[in-house]
C-alpha cells in the first residue's frame, strides 16, 4: 500500500472512529476499514457475556470472586465493556468504558487488554 492510499484509508477510519497518535501497519489499516465498512450489518448490538470465578486470599481470609465481561457493539462504531464483581463475602464492584479509539479496537479483536 502506498502512502497516499494508506492516508486515505486512514482518514476513511478516523470518520468513524479516533485515529490521532494512532500508528497502524497497513493490515491493521485495512481490517479496521473492513470492520467499519461490515459494522452495521455484522456487528452493531452484537453482545457477549463471560462469567469466570476463582479463589483469592486476602488478610481476612480466602474468598471466591466471580467476574462477569460482557462486550457489546455499539451504535456508533465502538465497544461498551461492563465488568462486575461478586465476592462470596458480600463485595461487590462494577466498571464501564467504551472503546472509540483505533489503537483500542485493534487491541480488543486482538484479545489484547
Known sequence: ???????????????????????????????????IDKYDEQYR???STKTSSFTGSSSEGKYTRTETWTHTFT????????????????QTGKDSKVIKDARGILNWFQGRP
Do not use: C, P, W
Not at 497516499?4 to 470518520?15: A, D, S
Not at 497518535?21 to 491493521?28: A, K, L, V
Open 1 to 35: 500500500m502506498d502512502r497516499n492510499e494508506k492516508k486515505r484509508l486512514r482518514e476513511r477510519i478516523g470518520e468513524k472512529i479516533d485515529v490521532s497518535g494512532t500508528r497502524m501497519s497497513d493490515d491493521e489499516a485495512t481490517f479496521l476499514a473492513g470492520v
Open 45 to 47: 448490538g452484537d453482545s
Open 75 to 90: 451504535d456508533e462504531v465502538g465497544i461498551r465493556q461492563d465488568y462486575e464483581y461478586h465476592d462470596d463475602d458480600g
